[in-house]
């Protein structure tokens, strides 16, 4: 049986605790938190609306294959390791951006891998969810 209470406040937690993943995710750039504690944020952001709405609705608001954020996020990973290799430096050495942006401070391939880890955090969690058969 699905409450109408807690159905009434997933929706509007979700957009919150999606836009604090993201602030997880860029102040892990500089500070702590970062690609896996962002992640880990807005699958239990899908997880909750899963609980409480059903999988056919959270299956509505994320349309996408899970599979697709594993391997994109695979690939961004990659990316910023062989991004040193082509500069003639050893793999995985952080690149440096010469700007300096408001909030994010300058962006750099740890960002990149940042971003990387969080689409596969977030896209095994939510292969997780969507498999697991919840009562309706």
Same mark, same amino acid.
């Given at each position: 049986?699905?409450?109408?209470?807690?159905?009434?406040?997933?929706?509007? &937690?979700?957009?919150? &605790?999606?836009?604090?993943?993201?602030?997880?995710?860029?102040?892990? !750039?500089?500070?702590?938190?970062?690609?896996?504690?962002?992640?880990?944020?807005?699958?239990?952001?899908?997880?909750l609306?899963?609980?409480?709405?059903?999988?056919? !609705?959270a299956? $509505?608001?994320?349309?996408?294959?899970?599979?697709?954020?594993?391997?994109?996020?695979?690939?961004?990973?990659?990316?910023?390791?062989?991004?040193? $290799?082509?500069?003639?430096?050893?793999?995985?050495?952080?690149?440096?951006?010469?700007?300096?942006?408001?909030?994010?401070?300058?962006?750099?391939?740890a960002?990149?891998?940042?971003?990387?880890?969080?689409?596969?955090?977030?896209?095994?969690?939510?292969?997780?969810?969507?498999?697991?058969?919840?009562?309706?």
């Amino acid at each position: 049986m699905i409450s109408i209470i807690l159905s009434a406040a997933t929706r509007i &937690l979700l957009p919150i &605790l999606l836009l604090f993943s993201i602030f997880m995710l860029v102040r892990g !750039h500089q500070e702590p938190g970062g690609g896996f504690v962002g992640g880990l944020i807005a699958s239990m952001a899908f997880a909750l609306y899963t609980i409480s709405n059903g999988i056919t !609705h959270a299956r $509505i608001i994320f349309p996408f294959n899970p599979n697709l954020f594993i391997i994109i996020g695979l690939f961004l990973a990659l990316l910023s390791g062989c991004l040193s $290799i082509f500069l003639g430096k050893p793999g995985f050495t952080i690149i440096w951006g010469q700007y300096d942006f408001p909030v994010i401070g300058p962006l750099s391939s740890a960002l990149l891998f940042d971003i990387g880890v969080y689409l596969v955090v977030l896209g095994v969690s939510t292969s997780i969810i969507f498999t697991l058969k919840l009562k309706q």
